[in-house]
């Protein structure tokens, strides 16, 4: 059984938006709202990135590569995270996922993101 599910992405032109969600089952998050959640994406050939972070207590950060263009935000009775992602570029193709910061739980299969005219 999945304990985190990412969805939402997909093959978009440049410039154009997507909008990432990710679930966390209740098995592996009783208290969701005192978790550092984030999310991440790995590139072909490349080591998992850290994207963008939303704190228990509210305040988000951003990778340099993605500010002003991704938003980070959350639902916490729903137990969901979102990434809004704007004026995509190429070298946002990737797989993205979602877990808490720090510890990680068991990552989930991620949502794959591609950029290409």
């Known amino acids: 059984q999945e304990q985190i599910v990412e969805s939402g992405g997909g093959l978009v032109q440049p410039g154009q938006s997507l909008r990432l969600s990710c679930l966390a089952a209740r098995s592996i998050c009783s208290s969701f709202t005192t978790e550092d959640m984030a999310w991440y994406r790995q590139a072909p050939g490349k080591q998992r990135e850290l994207v963008a972070v939303t704190t228990s207590s509210g305040s988000t950060n951003y990778a340099e590569s993605v500010k002003g263009r991704f938003t980070v935000s959350r639902e916490n009775a729903r137990k969901r995270v979102y990434l809004q992602m704007n004026n995509l570029k190429p070298e946002d193709t990737a797989v993205y996922y979602c877990?808490?910061?720090?510890?990680?739980?068991?990552w989930g299969r991620g949502t794959q993101v591609i950029v290409s005219s």
């Open positions: 877990n808490r910061q720090n510890p990680p739980w068991p």
